[in-house]
């Protein structure tokens, strides 16, 4: 990835200067800026558990942000998706599809 970046900084100049343009002020790493110009975001995204604060952890350029901005929202939808799997195991002896998606 390393590689990448400076090959783009360097060969590319006018790419990196879109790219840091689009991202202007912001005090985030090269990776960070690159994903949210490729997906045409403008902000951080917002957490999925309290939709209030927006996520503070960037992982990398290849998993993107975490969907919860704490450890409290992580818990919280953690004990939701709990509650409803167990409800899902109950009534049809399955769990959630969602419980695929989050333990990737
Ligand atoms: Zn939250």
Known sequence: ???????????????????TDYNKGEKISFAEMLYKYVYNMK??????????????TFYDFYRGYAPFCSRQCASKNKAVLNK????????????SPVEVRWSK
Do not use: A, W
């Open 43 to 56: 902000q951080r995204p917002q957490c999925i558990q309290c939709s209030v604060e927006k996520v503070k």
């Open 1 to 19: 990835m390393k590689h990448i970046f400076s090959h783009l900084k360097f060969k590319q100049s006018d790419m990196f200067k879109r790219i």
């Open 84 to 95: 409803r799997k167990n409800t899902l195991k109950v009534k049809y002896g399955v769990g």
